[in-house]
Every structure is written in structure tokens, then in C-alpha cells.
């Protein structure tokens, strides 16, 4: 190898090594930016959770435990975070608690709640999940962008809505419940047993993009394409479904 090889070779082996370098603590400095926020509350099994974030993912699961844990992981600039626990109700509201701050980072939230819980959950942009909860109340409401998604669900009132984004719901339908889901643009899909009972207002005014799928077969309905009105067994529950520019599908469970 002559010298110009060898030059040529221990320069790019220099390279490499300084943009390693510079990939390293480029890495490091994005972690170290990002803060973490951990805390426990005891809960009654009736507890209540009311979160109120401004842009992040929110995702909250049932468990076994009698106590809500919240942990958020915070991206710079770290937004304030002060939960409350109020006569059974833990309140996280970080439109509230930031008040006056124009430049506030992402917070992606994971909470656990007991299975009972009541969870009323909302934010500006971002995910919303939700999943085995079966208190008396899910609640979840972007007021923008984002996907809510609410897994094993048996709660007696169900309220889903956003502007874009899908909205997905796998869950029973209690006798007497109430079930609404809205959106301006997405997929609404209700995955539900065979055998519920309820009286359905279905609307898709742009797409008349409605699929009934297996329940179509055991439903008394009638339909104008824009919407479907009908009812399944003896009608206790009521589900009402609007998507203005998207599709609503039902599932069987």
C-alpha cells in the first residue's frame, strides 16, 4: 500500500469515528432532554380518572391493583404536572397547569387504573388508548388529530370522538347503555357481540360508507345510504355512530 492508500484509508476511518461521535451524544442529549414524571395514588375500585393533556400519546390500562399509576415521559420543554386527587377522582390537567406557556413539549402518558375505574381522557393532538376498563364511564375526546382506540372495554357509557383519525372499539354493550362515536375524518370500527342488544343511529352523509357486516342479518333496519336506523334484540342500549367523511363498520366479536 503506498502512502496516498494509506492516507486516504486513516482518513476515512477518521470520519467514520467522528460522526460515531457526534451520533452518540446527538443520542444522548435527545434522551437527556426527554424527563420522566412517576406517581401512585391509592384508589377505591369506583376511583375516577380525569386527564386532560395537550399533545402526546395518553395510554391507560386495567389492572388488579387497588391504585392508579402514573407515569409521563415529558420532551423539552417539560411541561408542569400537577395531579390532584379530589373526593375520588385523580385530576391530571396539564392545559391548566401550563397555563401562559406557549412552547410545551410532548407528554406520553401510561397510566394503570383498577379494572372498575371510570376514565374521562381527552387532548388537542395525539393517541388515546384505552383497554380493560370496565367502570361505569370511557370517555375519550381529541380535539384534533389522533386515533382512539378502546381494547376490552365493558363500560356502561362509551364516548369516543376526534376530528382525523380512526376510532376503533372492542367491547360488550351493556343493557341500558349508551355508546356514541364521532369523527370528521377516519374509520369507525365497532367489534361487538352477535348477540346485543340495541337501537343503532349509524350517519355517513359523504361516503354513505355504512357496513353492518354480520349484523345486517339479524337487524331490523331500514337505510337511505347517508344513514341507518335499527335495532338489534329487544333495543336496551343505544349506540349512535357519525362520520361525516369516513367509513363505520361493525364486527362480530
Known amino acids: 500500500m503506498n502512502w496516498d492508500s494509506r492516507k486516504t484509508s486513516a482518513l476515512k476511518k477518521a470520519t467514520i469515528l467522528f460522526f460515531s461521535v457526534v451520533f452518540f451524544f446527538a443520542s444522548f442529549a435527545a434522551v437527556s432532554a426527554q424527563k420522566k414524571f412517576t406517581k401512585n395514588y391509592p384508589a377505591s375500585k369506583n376511583v375516577r380518572l380525569q386527564l386532560t393533556n395537550r399533545t402526546g400519546t395518553v395510554t391507560v390500562e386495567g389492572w388488579d391493583k387497588a391504585e392508579i399509576s402514573i407515569s409521563a415521559y415529558l420532551e423539552a420543554p417539560a411541561a408542569n404536572i400537577e395531579p390532584q386527587s379530589l373526593s375520588g377522582t385523580i385530576v391530571v390537567n396539564l392545559v391548566k397547569d401550563n397555563q401562559g406557556r406557549n412552547e410545551v413539549g410532548n407528554v406520553n402518558f401510561l397510566i394503570r387504573v383498577p379494572y372498575s375505574s371510570s376514565v374521562d381522557i381527552e387532548t ?3 393517541n388515546l388508548n384505552v383497554s380493560d376498563v370496565r367502570g361505569g364511564l370511557v370517555r ?5 388529530e389522533g386515533d382512539i382506540t378502546l381494547t376490552n372495554i ?3 357509557n362509551v364516548a369516543a370522538e376526534n ?3 380512526d376510532i376503533f372499539f372492542d367491547g360488550t354493550i351493556a343493557e341500558s347503555g349508551s355508546y356514541r362515536f364521532t369523527s370528521t375524518r377516519g374509520n369507525i370500527n365497532l367489534r361487538i357481540p352477535f348477540n346485543s342488544s340495541f337501537r343503532l343511529v349509524a350517519t355517513a352523509p359523504s361516503t354513505r360508507n355504512i357496513s353492518l357486516g354480520d349484523f345486517a342479518s339479524g337487524m331490523r333496519f331500514v337505510s337511505d345510504g347517508r344513514r341507518v336506523v335499527g335495532q338489534a334484540g329487544d333495543g336496551s342500549a343505544t349506540i ?3 362520520n361525516q367523511r369516513g367509513s363505520i ?4 366479536r
Open 140 to 144: 375519550a375526546h381529541i380535539s384534533s
Open 154 to 156: 365493558a363500560a356502561e
Open 124 to 126: 388537542r393532538m395525539g
Open 163 to 165: 376530528v382525523i383519525g
Open 249 to 252: 363498520s361493525f364486527i362480530r
Open 240 to 242: 349512535a355512530v357519525t
